[in-house]
């Protein structure tokens, strides 16, 4: 596999780092077969680039493909349509205490958009950029995703 890079003016491959992805067989859609987001049909320019979905492998501007998945370690890029398929959804009448700090749950259940559990209102107190508006994630899924960003910039600078 390889993953076409640069500008449709200055095509160039390179190989594509090994992912959960890639196992799976998604094959991704080639740079060079793609002049608008996928899902907003915007035209890419050279301040509109293009990014890969790591699902489903289609092509999308970065508004509609900012979600954030940790996925073996790794923070990848999943777009809006396949979010709510990435995720695991629990099914609220399921659930009567919270996931985090396992208080009994209200009527308000709220469900975290990074994993799909059911938590409290005291435990979802930190938001993320989801596709176009802002939702709500569990205060676990927040902590483990800075640790993992932590993790990957530790790497960086011994790699320098």
């Not at 077969?33 to 293009?50: A, G």
């Not at 009567?96 to 469900?111: A, D, E, G």
């Amino acid at each position: 596999n390889a993953e076409y890079m640069g500008s449709t003016n200055n095509m160039e491959t390179k190989p594509r780092k090994q992912s959960l992805i890639d196992k799976d067989g998604v094959e991704w859609v080639p740079d060079n077969q793609v002049t608008e987001c996928s899902s907003c049909k915007k035209p890419f320019t050279l301040l509109r680039r293009r990014h890969h979905c790591r699902n489903c492998g289609k092509i999308f501007c970065d508004p509609c493909s900012s979600n954030k998945m940790i996925v073996e370690d790794e923070l990848n890029r999943v777009c809006s349509t396949c979010l709510p398929h990435v995720v695991v959804w629990v099914n609220e009448k399921d659930v009567n205490i919270c996931k985090c700090c396992q208080s009994p749950l209200s009527s308000t259940k709220i469900h975290c958009w990074s994993c799909g559990n059911i938590f409290c209102a005291k435990c979802t107190t930190k938001k993320r950029n989801i596709g176009k508006s802002v939702k709500e994630v569990c205060d676990l899924c927040e902590a483990e995703q800075q640790n993992v960003i932590m993790k990957i910039e530790d790497q960086q600078q011994q790699q320098q």
